[in-house]
Each structure stands twice: as structure tokens, then as C-alpha cells.
T-cell receptor, first 111, second 115 residues
Framework: GEDVEQSLFLSVREGDSSVINCTYT??????LYWYKQEPGAGLQLLTY?????DMKQDQRLTVLLNKKDKHLSLRIADTQTGDSAIYFC???????????FGAGTRLAVHP | GAVVSQHPSRVICKSGTSVKIECRSL??????MFWYRQFPKQSLMLMAT?????????EQGVEKDKFLINHASLTLSTLTVTSAHPEDSSFYIC???????????FGPGTRLTVT
């Protein structure tokens, strides 16, 4: 079945780069997403990548996709304290835009 | 991105009562809306998918008679938790997608506490 896995926790120093990793199992995934969730709030779409792309860059965010290994990563350059949040990886599956989420990676940014 | 609202943002109810949560897409027509449940420090669990004008499709293990979903218009879906119990306490999040979009926009969530 479909499964998305992420590491649960990442701690980085302010100003450093953060890399959050994700693996998925559904080879027919068409889109892969990164969402950000701050405490007590809903999910904010950060970026997405189509399955025929290898890389997508959007300001401080870089998404890398290795379709052969079914591995997705999100790199945040110059990480700031405001980036502290939970980051969810998700894959689009099925005909109704159904998303399968990973467990989320809690990013802690310290001075 | 598009804006999705939820109401109420927080609700406390007594065990045995029913609670209705609204999800609205404010600036686009949502042909499909999704309802998720999130337990503390856990991921989102998809409960059901609803398309405007038709019955919702529930995920395995989700009781359709307990979690009533109505998607009567292209901008509004409602989730009613019937005969709520303390174990129904959770963070409920809706999302909305348009007809030809690959993007799914999430509401801010509703914190339900059943006492």
C-alpha cells in the first residue's frame, strides 16, 4: 500500500541549511508536496514537485526528487527561527487528489 | 494561494451532543473537499473525501454514521460529529481542491474537545 516516511526531528543552528528527508512507496505518485504546520494551525503549502522533475527551487527552498529511490528532500537555506515548525511530506495518489502524508518532521532552530 | 476557512476554530461540547464544523473555500470553487483528523504530535489521517453534490467517500475504519459529511455547494462542506464522545476529541482539518488543480488548500483547523 501507500506509505510515506520521514524522520521525526531535526535540530539546526540559525543560519545553517536544513535538509528534511522523505521516502515514499507509491511509484505512480504524480505530485509530491511539502507542507508546513505551525502550532495550532492548519497546513501551509510550501512547494510541490511533479514526478517528472528532479529539482525545484523557490527562494530559500530546494526540493530534490530521486524517483528511482523514491526519495524526496526539502532543503531550507539560511534557516531562521521562524522556520521552526512541523514539515509534512505528502504524495498525491488516486483520482481525487487524495494526499498521503508522512508523520511530519519537527524542525527546531536554535541560535 | 487560495483561502479556506473553518468555523468554529475551537469548540467544547458535552459527551452525547453533536457538533457541526464548517469548511468554506472563500475565493475559488472547490469541487472536492477533504476532511482530516490529527491527533497530538501525529500526522493527518484522511477521514473522507467529498465531491459537491454527491455522497462522501469514507476511508476504511471511519464510521460514516458518526461523521456526517455534507458538500452541498462548491464553497461549503460540513462535518457533523454525532453523539460525540471524549475519544472524538481531536484537531479536525479540512482541505479543498478545485476541478483542475493539483493543489490542495487547507483550512486552519478546528480543535474539538468533548467533556
Amino acid at each position: 500500500g501507500e506509505d510515506v516516511e520521514q524522520s521525526l526531528f531535526l535540530s539546526v543552528r540559525e543560519g545553517d541549511s536544513s535538509v528534511i528527508n522523505c521516502t515514499y512507496t507509491d511509484s505512480s505518485s504524480t505530485y509530491l508536496y511539502w507542507y508546513k504546520q505551525e502550532p495550532g494551525a492548519g497546513l501551509q503549502l510550501l512547494t510541490y514537485i511533479f514526478s517528472n522533475m528532479d529539482m525545484k527551487q523557490d527562494q530559500r527552498l530546494t526540493v530534490l526528487l530521486n524517483k528511482k529511490d523514491k526519495h524526496l528532500s526539502l532543503r531550507i537555506a539560511d534557516t531562521q527561527t521562524g522556520d521552526s515548525a512541523i514539515y509534512f511530506c505528502a504524495e498525491k495518489s488516486g483520482g481525487y487528489n487524495k494526499l498521503i502524508f508522512g508523520a511530519g518532521t519537527r524542525l527546531a532552530v536554535h541560535p | 494561494g487560495a483561502v479556506v476557512s473553518q468555523h468554529p476554530s475551537r469548540v467544547i461540547c458535552k459527551s452525547g451532543t453533536s457538533v457541526k464544523i464548517e469548511c468554506r473555500s472563500l475565493d475559488f470553487q472547490a469541487t472536492t473537499m477533504f476532511w482530516y483528523r490529527q491527533f497530538p504530535k501525529q500526522s493527518l489521517m484522511l477521514m473522507a473525501t467529498s465531491n459537491e453534490g454527491s455522497k462522501a467517500t469514507y476511508e476504511q475504519g471511519v464510521e460514516k454514521d458518526k461523521f456526517l459529511i455534507n458538500h452541498a455547494s462548491l464553497t461549503l462542506s460540513t462535518l457533523t460529529v454525532t453523539s460525540a464522545h471524549p475519544e472524538d476529541s481531536s484537531f479536525y482539518i479540512c482541505s479543498a481542491a478545485g476541478d483542475s488543480t493539483y493543489e490542495q488548500y487547507f483550512g486552519p483547523g478546528t480543535r474539538l474537545t468533548v467533556t
